[in-house]
C-alpha cells in the first residue's frame, strides 16, 4: 500500500509541473514595442546636463516629424525659437536611449506605457562625469487621426 506522504508529493508535483511550464512561458513572451503613429502629441519635459533642448514643450508630430512645437517654460521657448532641431520626436528619443545602449553608457533606463510608448528614458553615459545625462519625462501622449 502506497505512503500517504508519497502519494502527496506525487500530486503536488504532477500540479507544479504545469504551473511551472505556464510561468515560464509568459516570462519569455516578447514585450510589444512601440510603432509610431502618423500623428501624435505628447508633452515633454528635458532635464540634466550641459545640452541643447532643455525645458517642457507640448509638440505634435506628424509623419515622423515635428510639425509644432510649443515652449511651455523659458528655456523650450528658447529652443524653439533659435533652435528647433534640438526638439525631439519620440522616435529620436528612442533612437538615444538605442544609442547610449550600444555605447555601453553607465545609465541608458527607460520606462514604458502598456502599449509601448515611452514615459521616462534616463541616460548618463559616464556617472562621473558632470553634465553628461540626460532626463526626459513624456506625459499627456495622444495619438490622432
Known amino acids: 500500500m502506497p505512503r500517504p506522504h508519497a502519494l502527496l508529493l506525487i500530486a503536488v508535483s504532477a500540479l507544479a509541473l504545469p504551473a ?12 510589444p514595442r512601440w510603432a509610431e ?27 515622423g516629424k515635428v510639425a509644432e512645437a510649443v515652449g511651455l517654460d523659458e528655456p523650450a521657448r528658447r ?22 545602449r550600444a555605447d555601453k553608457a553607465d545609465v541608458a533606463d527607460a520606462v514604458f506605457a502598456p502599449d509601448g510608448h ?3 528614458i534616463h541616460l548618463d553615459w559616464e556617472t562621473n562625469s558632470v553634465d553628461d545625462e540626460a532626463d526626459y519625462l513624456i506625459t499627456e501622449y495622444r495619438v490622432h487621426p
Not at 511551472?20 to 514585450?31: I, K, L
Not at 503613429?37 to 509623419?63: M, Q
Not at 526638439?87 to 538615444?96: A, G, K, P
Open 20 to 31: 511551472t511550464a505556464c510561468g515560464s512561458e509568459t516570462e519569455a513572451a516578447p514585450v
Open 37 to 63: 503613429p502618423a500623428r501624435y502629441s505628447f508633452t515633454l519635459l528635458s532635464e540634466g546636463g550641459e545640452r541643447g533642448g532643455l525645458g517642457k514643450y507640448r509638440i505634435t508630430v506628424a509623419d
Open 79 to 100: 529652443t524653439v525659437a533659435g533652435e528647433p532641431q534640438n526638439v525631439r520626436t519620440l522616435r529620436d528619443l528612442l533612437t538615444e536611449l538605442r544609442q547610449a
Open 118 to 120: 515611452p514615459t521616462e
